[in-house]
């Protein structure tokens, strides 16, 4: 028996409203999370990545650490069953159909195990057709015209992947077919019932953004700094040198902004305050570049095994104005942080000519971060 393994990730998260498989889920992205068990399963031979078009290379460079199996990246379709069919014919290609198996599993089920994987595919080998399933754990009731009514829960099981078949009359299901949610439908409709497999609790689906953090402790952080403006100093706010007759001053670049965002990173993750990690009396720091300092901060927080899901804050200032910079320093502090510029948002507002920043002899930042415990 030869195996092949098809795994389909050409989908655009619409319902996760971000693009999921590329997301990171215990220290690595679902995608390559949930290719590493079919690399290490002895059942399969070959991997197929099915995923968007404008994907192809991104997928190609994230998957090139990948040695020891053959691994293609083709392009899909507008939808599930276009992607699944372009697979399949490129195994049929390259592999041929006699005496093959091919397991067909969705990219955002990162948690699958080498163990299930083996286990289809054997019993796909034997009986043509092998797809896992799970009880269902809480009560189920069929909706119908009028109201709904209870059903026995017993009688109904949750299917997962990989659904393994063999390759030929795959192929076949696949002819001329419909859309479906899975292989075993299109399956079923030509060939008749699918072998039922035991499936894993653990080998959930990641549908919305909330399911890769579902396991996770969520802790959210508040950072404050306030800096005197003086003559004779530059002015840089989160990492942007803005021309002005004033500056910060601060032992550092005294980048408000940045400090604010590092003291909601460390409160978020339990750890002392900039002060402690950057001590205002350390001559080392004088004149530091803050956003290095953000890159200690950002290992600290890695260190204590959190991800950083979002970052924002607010600059108050009455001049210069800060609006024109805000997408430098959202780029600025993305790239330091690791994370999408699009989880980076900054906004900027006066306080009406009051007190110190209303005079214009200082500024001030407050900024707000989500941190997700990661594992």
Do not use: W
Request: glycine share 8%; proline share 4%; aromatic share 4%.
């Amino acid at each position: 028996m030869k195996g092949v393994a098809i795994i389909a990730a050409a989908g655009r998260g619409l319902r996760a409203g971000v693009d999921k498989i590329r997301m990171t889920v215990q220290d690595e992205t679902v995608l390559t999370k949930c290719i590493r068990p079919f690399f290490t399963c002895r059942a399969v031979d070959e991997i197929i990545v099915v995923t968007r078009e404008d994907a192809l290379d991104a997928t190609r460079a994230l998957l090139s650490s990948f040695e020891g199996k053959s691994i293609s990246v083709i392009a899909g379709g507008d939808t599930r069953t276009e992607s699944v069919r372009n697979a399949l014919l490129y195994a049929k290609e390259h592999c041929g159909v006699a005496d093959v198996v091919v397991a067909v599993h969705d990219g955002a089920r990162p948690f699958v195990t080498s163990a299930l994987i083996e286990r289809c595919m054997l019993l796909a080998a034997k009986d043509g057709s092998a797809v896992p399933v799970v009880p269902c754990a809480d009560s189920v009731r069929r909706i119908e015209d009028g109201g709904s009514r209870a059903v026995d829960r017993k009688e109904y099981v949750l299917v997962q992947t990989p659904q393994c078949f063999d390759l030929a009359r795959l192929i076949s299901a696949y002819d001329g077919a419909l859309d479906a949610t899975d292989d075993a439908t299109l399956y079923e409709r030509r060939f008749g019932a699918v072998s039922l497999a035991e499936g894993e609790a653990q080998n959930r689906k990641i549908t919305y953004l909330s399911d890769i953090y579902a396991d996770n402790c969520d802790r959210v952080g508040v950072g404050f700094d306030v800096h005197e403006l003086v003559e004779g100093r530059p002015l840089i706010v989160g990492g942007v040198r803005i021309p002005h007759g004033k500056g910060l001053l601060g032992h550092s670049d005294a980048d408000v902004l940045t400090h604010a965002v590092m003291d909601a990173l460390l409160t978020a993750s339990d750890l002392p305050d900039i002060g402690h990690f950057f001590p205002p009396d350390d001559p080392k720091y004088e004149g530091a570049d803050s956003l290095v300092l953000l890159a200690t901060v950002r290992d600290a927080v890695k260190a204590k095994k959190y991800s950083i899901v979002n970052v924002s804050a607010t600059i108050l200032a009455e001049k210069p104005k800060m609006a024109p910079h805000l997408p430098e320093m959202e780029r600025n502090i993305a790239e330091v942080l690791g994370i999408d510029v699009s989880d980076v948002r900054f906004a900027a507002t006066t306080t009406e000519k009051l007190g110190i920043i209303g005079e214009e002899r200082g500024m001030a930042a407050e900024a707000v971060a989500l941190l997700a415990k990661r594992g």
